[in-house]
């Protein structure tokens, strides 16, 4: 696998933390040999992103300021990987974002407010990103997004952002159709819960992890690491005949009834 992905430039979105999916994704491109854009939007999370390259022996091809609120932002972002490093083969879309208070008690309570951010954010973003990095992937290229089961399920307390995430799966297959022709693949991973920054703020986390333990085919909890490898297969040539698919990474948990 060491070289599954040299030469490649991959631009990885979403890394906040040691225990955010995208760092684990970050380490599974990095043992495949590509080179590695990064883009973060709190000066906190580029500050542990820094120190995570360092202590880990990564060194970047580049490191962006992107905020995915922002149209400006993003033409930004983009325009500077393309005059610092040219073409891009890969795009990992790792943010969503939800109030803290609209991930608990009933859906029926979101505000207007609420639903528009976390769609604009978790949803809206990828769109948006897939726009901007079309120009830049002249030779063809994969998107590789993170969604949720709340997507497709109720699941307590995910809430707003289920809504979110199922807006997100929808984009992704009507963005793998207009960029298909391009050369260009629009996948989705959907990982288990794994307990981050982001998924502190779902109700009822840790109840989540142990029904997985208990329930799901392979009786255990997903880590990144199998979520960055899974994404690095996307990311590679490996799925060239795959795109507008959702492929979960939960020990087999959505199999069951
Ligand atoms: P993290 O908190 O580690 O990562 C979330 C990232 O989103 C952060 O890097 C954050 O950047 C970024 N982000 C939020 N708002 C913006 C914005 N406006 N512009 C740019 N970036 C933004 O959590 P995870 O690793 O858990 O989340 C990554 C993805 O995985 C999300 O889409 C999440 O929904 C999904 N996922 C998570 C699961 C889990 O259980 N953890 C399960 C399934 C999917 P910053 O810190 O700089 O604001």
């Not at 954010?121 to 063809?140: D, H, N, R």
């Not at 909890?221 to 297969?233: C, I, M, P, R, S």
Request: net charge negative.
């Amino acid at each position: 696998m060491s070289n599954l992905m040299q030469g490649k430039n991959v631009v990885v979105m979403g890394v906040a933390s040691e225990r955010s999916i995208a760092w684990g994704i970050t380490k599974s491109l990095h043992n495949a040999g590509a080179n590695l854009i990064f883009t973060n939007r709190q000066e906190r999370s580029y500050q542990k992103l820094t120190k995570l390259l360092e202590k880990n022996d990564i060194e970047p091809r580049l490191i962006v300021s992107c905020d995915v609120a922002s149209d400006e932002s993003i033409t930004d972002a983009f325009d500077e990987i393309k005059e610092k490093v040219g073409v891009i083969h890969g795009v990992v879309h790792s943010v969503a974002f939800a109030k803290r208070e609209e991930l608990k008690g009933e859906y029926a309570d979101t505000s207007r407010e609420g639903f528009l951010l976390a769609q604009e954010i978790s949803a809206f973003s990828l769109a948006a990103v897939t726009k901007a990095a079309k120009p830049l992937m002249t030779e063809g290229g994969s998107i590789v997004t993170q969604t949720y089961l709340g997507a497709e399920r109720v699941i307590q307390n995910y809430n707003v952002m289920g809504v979110a995430k199922a807006s997100l799966e929808a984009s992704m297959r009507y963005l793998a159709e207009d960029v298909g022709k391009y050369g260009i693949r629009v996948n989705a991973i959907s990982a288990g819960p794994i307990r981050t920054l982001s998924a502190k703020g779902v109700g009822g986390f840790n109840e989540k992890l142990g029904i997985i333990e208990e329930k799901a085919p392979l009786r255990r909890n997903v880590d990144q690491d199998q979520v960055g490898d899974a994404t690095l297969f996307f990311l590679s040539d490996l799925a060239r005949g795959v795109t507008g698919e959702v492929m979960h990474v939960d020990s087999g948990y959505h199999i069951i009834g």
